[in-house]
């Protein structure tokens, strides 16, 4: 598959491959974050809205997945 790729080429490609779980993990960031906020218009106060925010900060720990070949093979 990386016949023909240059040092840098390869450099380039794991990099690339990298950030896929790093994207992922951003977008089910963003739409936690959506979810919550749609939970909070539909009912919740905002003193229990900004008690819940201060609680989730504690609580969130970033978790990324292992590189796989669907990262190194590309969308």
């Known amino acids: 598959m990386i016949e023909g790729f240059s040092g840098s080429g390869l450099k380039n490609l794991c990099i690339t491959a990298a950030y896929r779980p ?4 951003i977008q089910q960031e ?5 979810k919550k906020k749609k939970k ?6 905002k003193e229990d809205a900004s008690d ?4 989730s900060k504690e609580e969130r720990s970033i978790t990324l997945r292992p590189l796989n ?3 190194m093979r590309g969308p």
């Open 22 to 25: 790093v994207r992922e993990l």
């Open 30 to 34: 963003r739409l936690k974050d959506l």
């Open 40 to 45: 909070d218009e539909e009912g919740q106060s």
């Open 52 to 55: 819940a925010k201060e609680e």
């Open 69 to 71: 070949m669907k990262d």
